[in-house]
Nanobody
Framework: QVQLVESGGGLVQAGDSLRLSCAASRLTYSTYEIGWFRQVPGKEREFAVAFRRTGTGLYYKEYADSVKGRFTISRDNAKNTVSLQMDSLKPEDTAVYYC???????????WGQGTQVTVSS
């Protein structure tokens, strides 16, 4: 059974940084697209950032406009871990953050349990 486990959330002040990690078991990151999504109560889950794969097998990073320039996704294939470095955090970044995985072109089928990020003003 595939498992994705997020860690690293917490309470910070505006302008601070946080680093989230997503560790996978029974799933090899190097062959999947990996994304980070976030959700606040009463709103739909929204896309934040992802490793996407082209038809030729090359990976590139895609960022939502709301996080571009502040968030950075990275991966460590040897450790099967994907990280999300979040800098210059804003109160509007407060949400539960989820990592997800999918086969290229498929649905986001695998989800972690989420980790809370709270940014105070």
């Amino acid at each position: 059974q595939v498992q994705l486990v997020e860690s690293g959330g917490g309470l910070v002040q505006a302008g601070d940084s946080l680093r989230l990690s997503c560790a996978a078991s029974r799933l090899t990151y190097s062959t999947y697209e990996i994304g980070w999504f976030r959700q606040v109560p009463g709103k739909e889950r929204e896309f934040a950032v992802a490793f996407r794969r082209t038809g030729t097998g090359l990976y590139y990073k895609e960022y939502a406009d709301s996080v571009k320039g502040r968030f950075t996704i990275s991966r460590d294939n040897a450790k099967n871990t994907v990280s999300l470095q979040m800098d210059s955090l804003k109160p509007e970044d407060t949400a539960v953050y989820y990592c997800a995985a999918r086969s290229p072109g498929g649905n986001w089928s695998f989800w972690g349990q989420g980790t809370q990020v709270t940014v105070s003003s």
